[in-house]
């Protein structure tokens, strides 16, 4: 199966920092790849996906690039409500791995 | 408006069965895959399962961590989705999502709010 790495495992910034979170597949899964954002004791929700597609209502501070094997999510200016764990996910084909997650906080 | 509604959660001991329910409603359920996502407590996401639709034969796949005693099912004419567990084991204890998979993107987008299964003696 193809593994899903995240770096890095947690990070703080301050607000309206930039933010850079990769997400590494270790076989190319084209562009077949998803990120989510979980809020503290909330349920995941999809932030984009095909790599750099943000999905409906996501604030365009986000954003999503890769291809293959390598990715990144950006947030762009950190907001307080960024506060959450992230996680990347394959979907290519089974089994649709989620990476180990990456927790954004505020410095 | 989507909904995802999980059911039949619950502490079971280790090696017993337990069957989960997924009511789905606001969409055309029988066209969408749907997946089972769980989270342990204070640990990241895992996929365990999909089913598909009828259109792809109903075919299932299964995370390594649960082939042989997890069984996913549907019925398309209650709109319900079914996960039946066997042979439970501690480390199955976890939150467990239905989720609904989007039609043209591939990528989950629609989760519900998860039921906590405990597998303790």
């Known amino acids: 199966d193809i593994q899903m790495t995240q770096s890095p495992a947690s990070l703080s910034a301050s607000v309206g920092d930039s933010v850079t979170i990769t997400c590494r597949a270790s076989?190319?899964?084209?562009?077949?790849l998803a990120w989510y954002q979980q809020k503290p004791g909330k349920v995941p929700n999809l932030l984009i996906y095909?790599?750099?597609i943000l999905q409906s209502g996501v604030p365009s501070r986000f954003s999503g690039s890769g291809y293959g094997t390598d990715f990144t999510l950006t947030i762009s200016s950190l907001q307080p409500e960024d506060v959450a764990t992230y996680y990347c996910?394959?979907?290519?084909?089974?089994?649709?791995?989620f990476g180990p997650g990456t927790k954004v906080e505020i410095k | 408006e989507v909904l995802l509604v999980e059911s039949g959660g619950g502490l079971v001991q280790p090696g017993g069965s337990l069957r989960l329910s997924c009511a789905a409603s606001?969409?055309?359920?029988?066209?969408?895959?749907i997946d089972w996502v769980r989270q342990a407590p204070g640990k990241g996401l895992e996929w365990i399962g999909r089913?598909?639709?009828?259109?792809?034969?109903?075919?299932?796949e299964y995370a390594a961590s649960v082939e042989g005693r997890f069984t996913m099912s549907r019925d398309d004419s209650k709109n319900s989705l079914y996960l039946q567990m066997n042979s439970l084991k501690t480390e199955d204890t976890a939150l467990y999502y239905c989720?609904?998979?989007?039609?043209?993107?591939?990528?989950?987008?629609?989760w519900g709010q998860g039921t906590l299964v405990t597998v303790s003696s």
């Open positions: 076989q190319g899964i084209a562009h077949y």
């Open positions: 996910q394959k979907y290519n084909r089974a089994a649709f791995t």
């Open positions: 606001g969409f055309t359920f029988s066209d969408h895959y």
């Open positions: 989720t609904r998979v989007d039609f043209w993107s591939g990528a989950i987008d629609f």
């Open positions: 095909g790599g750099s």
């Open positions: 089913i598909k639709s009828g259109a792809s034969s109903y075919t299932t």
